[in-house]
């Protein structure tokens, strides 16, 4: 014992043994929780690590928008930084990503009045190199007209515009789509407007799928074990469970398995080939 003590007087002689307790316990931790190092900074993310704040970039493959006490611009190198970029030509985007180097990207169709710097006229897209603002508009007083024709099956119009790279009446092809499953796209022969009938209840506007409208709304619940049907007395869409047992897949997840009541009960597919077997491998 006399022999322990005495050790213990030479390692605090020697500053090697610190006394827990007696006030010299080093500086308290700088965080406990990530939210303590939160310094507003939109460029990077906060964690707290150990009792220290760690800044790392939120992104360091891409240059990110960002705002910092009103200024829009973008984080350059872990601080948001007014963009260093700005197009005099107004047919190109006013805030560009910065990527290192000012990437503008076109966003006025050709024929858009424009102005750069001090010059007015329209863009026109003459290729990569050339595709701003200019001052000659070959379209100016070119009126092209002519009879719109269906074309595609009656699905599309074919109409008359003035190519602006070189002031040529040319005819293009437009879509009638307006983008709703649940109308067919028509383009009348006659008149050469298009126009969107409603797909009647209980029909799929795109057979063989089983998917059908409703009241002019797809039905459609993403359950497999559901069969999307509409009732035809509430125009309202009706999911009733498959029977038990049926095989469920799920061709983005690359999954299969069986109907239970409830939901699919899936187990992993190592083939998706296998899942139109029938069988999950």
């Not at 307790?21 to 990530?34: F, H, L, S, T």
């Not at 005819?171 to 008149?191: G, L, N, V």
Request: charged content about 25%.
């Amino acid at each position: 014992m006399r022999y322990l003590v005495g050790f213990v007087l030479f390692l605090l002689a020697l500053g090697t043994l610190r006394v827990v307790g007696c006030g010299d316990e080093g500086p308290p931790p700088e965080c406990r929780v990530d939210e303590d190092c939160d310094d507003g900074n939109p460029c990077t993310d906060y964690h707290c690590k150990f009792g220290d704040c760690q800044y790392p970039l939120r992104d360091e493959e891409l240059i990110l928008p960002c705002e910092l006490n009103g200024v829009s611009g973008f984080c350059i190198d872990g601080v948001c930084q007014e963009n260093p970029c700005v197009s005099d030509d107004s047919c190109f985007d006013e805030a560009p990503r910065y990527d290192g180097e000012c990437l503008f990207t076109r966003i006025d169709p050709d024929g858009t009045p424009c102005e750069a710097n001090g010059v007015v006229g329209v863009c026109i897209n003459l290729g990569l190199d050339d595709m701003g603002c200019h001052a000659d508009n070959p379209c100016e007083g070119v009126v092209c007209e002519g009879d719109v024709l269906c074309v595609n099956d009656d699905t599309s119009r074919l109409l008359y515009y003035c190519d602006y790279r070189d002031g040529v009446c040319k005819q293009k092809a437009e879509s009638c789509s307006d983008y709703d499953m649940c109308t067919y796209d028509r383009c009348d022969p006659e008149t050469g407007d298009c126009f969107y009938p409603v797909v009647p209840d209980g029909v799929s506007p795109y057979p063989p799928s089983s998917l059908v409208c409703c009241n002019g709304i797809l039905c459609r619940d993403d359950n497999e074990c559901t069969s999307d049907t509409c009732d035809l007395e509430t125009r309202e869409c009706a999911y009733m469970p498959v029977p038990d047992g049926e095989q469920c897949c799920l061709r983005e997840e690359e999954r299969c398995g069986i109907c239970i009541p409830g939901p699919c009960c899936y187990w992993a597919c190592v083939d998706w080939g296998s899942c139109n077997s029938g069988v999950c491998e």
